[in-house]
Nanobody
Framework: QVQLVESGGGLVQPGRSLRLSCTAS????????MRWYRQAPGKQRELIAT????????YADSAVEARFTISGDSPKNTFYLQIDNLKPEDTAVYYC????????????WGQGTQVTVSS
């Protein structure tokens, strides 16, 4: 079992930056795929960024890649999502997930953290 806890959300003004954290209850930086998703009101959950335990990153599209950065800190069992130049349309609940290949590709989810971008 892995528990994931997100933090770092809140109310932010447009143009500012924010870093979300996802901390796992145990070591996850082996045979794993770490992801950040978001779900805006009335919309489906969408994948934003992916980080593998081997260090590979991937983003939903070039527009996301321009403002979002996924990274990890293995000694802290934590991975992050840096969001720059926040826009009102970034308002959503942000979720992290971890897929563990060692557990038959089981996916664990965090509870979500609210990000609201407003002046």
């Amino acid at each position: 079992q892995v528990q994931l806890v997100e933090s770092g959300g809140g109310l932010v003004q447009p143009g500012r930056s924010l870093r979300l954290s996802c901390t796992a209850s145990r070591y996850i930086f082996t045979q794993s795929v770490m992801r950040w998703y978001r779900q805006a009101p009335g919309k489906q959950r969408e994948l934003i960024a992916t980080l593998t335990s081997s260090g590979t990153t991937d983003y939903a599209d070039s527009a996301v890649e321009a403002r979002f950065t996924i990274s990890g800190d293995s000694p802290k069992n934590t991975f992050y999502l840096q969001i720059d130049n926040l826009k009102p349309e970034d308002t959503a609940v942000y979720y992290c997930s971890v897929l563990l290949r060692s557990e038959g590709r089981r996916t664990y989810w965090g509870q979500g953290t609210q990000v609201t971008v407003s002046s």
